[in-house]
């Protein structure tokens, strides 16, 4: 009997230690990110400070030095999702956190921001829709 018990505690345990990142990434939503906080002049770990991550891709071009960022849209945090993300990790036992956390991941409205430098110091910011393939 005390067996079972332990069984059956170990078994719950493992169930909310395993229901995680797609639930609350859910709960949470995505906060916008802010690129008015950039400034003509900010050097480069100043940007990926303000931007709060860093750049997918750097490049330099023409005496200019390239740094591409992911910016995202924000999505308001959803109960809904939450409760399904939990409710899919409990009839799985976890299992679901292979697809639920990647499905999380790419639900987020994206775009990207070119940041361009000249001698270290922010000159330009761009809008783009794709990383450029320089």
């Known amino acids: 009997m005390k067996k079972k018990i332990v069984i059956l505690v170990s078994f719950l345990s493992l169930i909310f230690v395993l229901n995680g990142c797609s639930a609350v990434m859910a709960a949470k939503g995505t906060p916008p990110t802010d690129i008015t906080k950039l ?73 990207y921001v070119l940041i361009k430098y000249k001698n270290g110091k922010l000159m330009t910011i761009q809008k783009i829709n794709a990383i450029p393939s320089v």
């Open 39 to 111: 400034s003509v002049g900010d050097d480069p770990g100043i940007v990926a400070a303000k931007i709060g991550h860093a750049p997918v891709k750097t490049y330099s071009k023409s005496g200019y030095d390239y740094e591409v960022y992911e910016v995202f849209k924000g999505e308001k945090p959803s109960a809904g999702r939450a409760i399904a993300h939990g409710a899919m990790d409990f009839f799985t036992l976890g299992i679901w956190e292979a697809a639920g956390t990647p499905i999380e991941m790419s639900s987020k409205d994206k775009t």
